[in-house]
């Protein structure tokens, strides 16, 4: 799709109506699109997903749904242990027609270089592409909610190293994000947190050289966690689409206990 607003700028994530089930409850997970952890709900579509995964007990399984699903995940017997909801969308395309749209983007999530090597490639400052791809996870406590999150495999991705429903998290909740499976020194991790009444508080923290990062947590809140990796296009489709710049999107949601 092109677009000239700044879609690009615009969260993905994974929201469970509940964080939290008993063994063997119902599960319900929309996938949702906007900003400040606010945004539509978007229903399931085959042409849109790469990979959708549901993770527990060490096992891993395709979601099934069907076409118009919304929410798009509602599983009837969730077993017990931590569930791990792994999406990966496939890629569309942006068409920027205001050149202050990429400079607010790239500055905002953490490339402010980009700017300066925009230029230096010769690239025009309107009607030039970029090509994302959105890598979603969130966790949910189901049962005693015993588990950890792991690496999925997915080319941008966020690993929390702790479960917030079995840990303590008054030190922090700490995770980790890679590329290409390695850690990721220096990402930009921006954090939102959303209280019982609604209230999105927005913030920002970096990656140490290990990737990792630990972020402040308080309980009865939930939370949306994004890191965005831009690179110069190296996909088939990228260079395809005629695409100047490529964006990999990682995102993780949960909810810390009270």
Known sequence: MGLATPMLAHEFWLEPIKYTADAGGDVKVRIRNGQKFGGIE???????????????????????????????????????????????????????????????????????KAVERHRT?????????????????????????????????????????????????????????????????????EVFERDQSGKVTVSIVQTDDAGRAIVPVEPGKEYLFDSVMLREPVSDLALGNGAVWESLWASLTFYVPE
């Not at 060490?58 to 509602?74: E, K, L, T």
């Not at 009607?127 to 999925?152: H, M, N, P, S, W």
Request: net charge negative; with cysteine; proline share 6%.
């Open 42 to 112: 978007l229903a399931y579509f085959d042409n849109r997903v790469a990979m959708f995964d549901w993770i527990q007990n060490g096992q891993r399984a395709p979601i099934q749904a069907r076409a118009g699903d919304a929410p798009a995940v509602n599983v009837e017997n969730s077993g017990d242990g931590l569930v791990v909801l792994a999406y990966q969308s496939t890629p569309s395309t942006l068409t920027y027609r205001e050149w202050a749209l990429f400079e607010d983007f790239v500055t905002h999530k953490g490339f402010p």
């Open 121 to 189: 490639r010769g690239l025009p400052e309107v009607q030039f592409k970029e090509v994302y791809t959105r890598y979603c996870k969130t966790l949910i406590g189901v049962g005693t909610a015993a588990g950890q999150d792991a690496q999925t495999g997915m080319e941008a991705e966020i690993v929390a190293l702790a479960n917030p429903y079995t840990e303590d998290l008054r030190q922090g909740m700490p995770v980790q994000v890679f590329y290409q499976g390695a850690p990721r020194s220096n990402a930009q991790i």
